[in-house]
């Protein structure tokens, strides 16, 4: 079946309701395909639709933390470039400090930037006489911390992007797994139910 999950729900649906219709059930148990056997299809839709609506939800998890996580990067690489054009002009002067300034800076790939702006603050934290210059510069220790902090904020949506991502996977596999079972199963009450009612029933005309 080509269709899409929602089309594929959608036909499922269809069977399923045919396959409660009176008419069809009596048809259904002519051919063993019992009133037990309906029930335990219903069943099947409601936790295969259940597993569906769960995927979106984690699919969209996704899509929100990658957001959070792409906004709180981009607003902490500018603190950490200007930062490093303020370190830049106030150890201009200085040789042993200026070595504390990276000389290359970049947002990607990710684990390198992280690595590179705690290396950057930890190496100032290092270096009395960096906070005392750096203080003139309203670049206080207090400022560094914040920063900090906002590197290992970025880190943990990180880390919160990759585990949503698992789940999502994992709920897809699911869906998909559950669905084929289901779709399987109608497929089979659809062609009991064509040679119970025949070919050309109306009852049968949505599926």
């Not at 335990?40 to 899509?63: A, I, P």
């Not at 990658?66 to 040789?95: G, P």
């Amino acid at each position: 079946m080509k269709y899409s999950i929602t089309g594929k729900i959608d036909w499922v649906r269809r069977v399923v309701d045919v396959a409660n219709d009176p008419e069809v059930k009596v048809g259904l148990a002519t051919l063993g395909y019992s009133e037990a056997n309906v029930s335990g299809l219903n069943g099947m839709f409601t936790s295969t639709y259940s597993l569906v609506e769960r995927q979106k939800n984690e699919r969209q998890d996704v899509f929100n933390v990658n957001d959070q996580f792409i906004e709180k990067r981009d607003s902490v690489e500018i603190k950490i470039k200007k930062d490093i054009r303020l370190c830049s002009i106030a150890f201009r002067n200085n040789e042993v400090l200026s070595r504390l300034i990276p000389g290359y800076y970049t947002i990607s790939p990710y684990e390198k930037w992280r690595e590179k702006g705690m290396l950057f603050y930890s190496g100032l934290k290092g270096e009395p006489e960096a906070i005392n210059i750096l203080t003139n510069y309203r670049l206080t220790e207090d400022v560094i911390d914040s920063r900090v902090a906002d590197i290992e904020e970025t880190e943990r949506l990180h880390i919160l992007r990759d585990k949503e991502s698992v789940e999502s996977v994992e709920a897809t596999r699911e869906r998909d797994d559950a669905l084929d079972v289901l779709i399987d199963e109608c497929r089979k009450v659809v062609g009991l139910a064509r040679l119970a009612l025949g070919d050309d029933s109306p009852l049968l005309s949505r599926v």
